[in-house]
């Protein structure tokens, strides 16, 4: 009699995608969604040559295996070797849910690229998807990377795309935090991790101290130094290839570090060949984005009513409203060519355009304002995120 091999694992979010598919190996393998209704069971099958697994997460019931009965519960991850007769059987009061999979006989590989099939309902994804709050989105579990063990990485690693959150410690003005361009895009890549529940997406420790320079003059400012920054990322890319993540992306909450953002994904391509893509929350005004409103004069570059309006919705006591004045660089408006975004650029610290170092009119942000900006970035990103799961250069 083939005896069942038995794991408990926790309510982590590793398995919840299913697992057993490495990209461009060769490999056949298959994953589905189960879900089997109180005192429902699937009929007995062998499976010739394939290895099946299930990952049980929710209710409980039975595994029949060559004839003999173990008991299966959320939590449980039962591995049959190949050709053993076998069916699920549900024996709880309410839906057993299970995430299977099947492999050739010839070892697991790492967490595929797709989860469920589309057809489940709210309810069904929840479970099959996890617990727990993701900012706006209750109800989904974040992924994330750092809470995985060791030999958890390295099965997940080539099915995932890592997502890596980079902001700023530095001057926003009297009246936002040191820490506001870091907390936008934690929490904005908090609750896209958390929405794209479908996507193999998973969450990195968010890189708070970055590059900048140009608000050095203030004090709380906190800044690497560019080649830093860049042997840091480099770091970040090596290290996850390390682990066999294929893609990863940036998603960037500091304007100043665009540039040198765009440098580190080619470099990364070229030295360490990961998938590589650098998005914004929103993408800054000096570097083509598009003034949601004309209220700042085209000039909402720094601590200004979008910036503030979000961090009003995210973190509400750490705005302080009333120390904040309008500090729109007009004098810029007399110059055709030169300027943020014109033909010309030019190299600038805040105080240079406002001695304030805030640019925009952050007397214009309210909470409400913030959660329209908050949710319409997720709902784009999420968007973006489908693509960048399946995107590939030509092969040959």
């Known amino acids: 009699m083939t005896m069942p091999v ?27 969604a189960e879900i089997w209704e109180p005192g429902g069971a699937q009929p007995f099958n062998t ?34 070797p190949a050709n053993t007769n076998h069916r699920i059987r549900n024996t709880g009061p309410g839906r057993l849910y299970a995430i299977t999979t099947m492999l050739p006989d010839n070892g697991f590989a790492a967490m595929v690229e797709h989860g469920p099939p589309a057809t489940l309902d709210d309810a069904d994804r929840a479970v099959l998807f996890g ?3 993701a900012g706006a989105y209750p ?19 080539p099915g995932l795309v890592a997502v890596q959150p980079i902001g700023s410690v530095e001057h926003h003005g009297p009246h ?56 840091v990322l480099d770091d970040v890319g090596a290290s996850l290839a390390r682990a066999g993540v294929p893609r990863l992306v ?16 080619r470099e990364i391509r070229v030295r360490h060949g990961l998938l590589t893509f650098l998005v914004h929350p929103s993408l800054p005004l000096d570097q083509g984005g598009v003034a949601i409103s004309d209220d700042e004069g085209g000039f909402a570059i720094h601590g200004s009513a979008g910036e503030t309006s979000m961090v009003m919705h995210l973190r509400p ?3 302080h409203l009333e120390r904040s004045t309008r500090s729109v660089p007009d004098w810029l408006a007399e110059y055709h060519h030169v300027g943020f975004g014109g033909d010309a650029t030019f190299g600038w610290t805040s105080e240079d355009v406002m001695a304030s170092g805030v640019i925009g009119d952050p007397t214009l942000a309210s909470a409400e304002r913030g959660k329209v900006l908050f949710e319409g970035a997720v709902q784009r990103l999420v968007a973006v995120m489908a693509e960048i799961a399946v995107f590939d250069f030509p092969k040959g």
């Not at 694992?9 to 060769?26: C, M, Q, W």
């Not at 697994?53 to 029949?64: K, M, P, R």
């Not at 940036?250 to 580190?264: P, Q, T, W």
């Open 250 to 265: 940036f998603v960037n909450g500091h304007g100043g570090n665009s540039a040198l953002l765009r440098v580190a994904c």
């Open 317 to 319: 006591d750490l705005v």
């Open 131 to 133: 617990v727990g709050t």
């Open 139 to 157: 109800g989904v579990a974040v992924r994330r990377f750092a809470d995985m063990s060791g030999p958890e990485s390295a099965l997940a690693g």
């Open 47 to 80: 499976h010739p040559g394939s290895v099946e697994t299930f990952y049980f997460l929710a209710g409980e019931g039975e595994a029949e295996v060559d004839g003999r009965t173990t008991p299966v519960a959320a939590g449980d991850h039962l591995i049959l």
């Open 176 to 231: 936002l935090p040191l820490i506001t361009d870091a907390l936008v895009a934690e929490a904005v890549s908090e609750a896209v991790v958390g929405a794209a529940a479908d996507l193999p997406l998973v969450l990195l420790p968010t890189l708070s101290y970055a590059l900048s320079s140009e608000h050095l003059w203030a004090p709380g400012t906190v800044s690497l130094g560019p080649e830093t920054l860049l042997r």
């Open 6 to 32: 038995m794991h408990h694992i926790s309510a982590g979010d590793t398995v919840k995608l299913g697992v057993l598919s490495r990209p461009g190996d060769g490999i056949e393998h298959s994953v589905s």
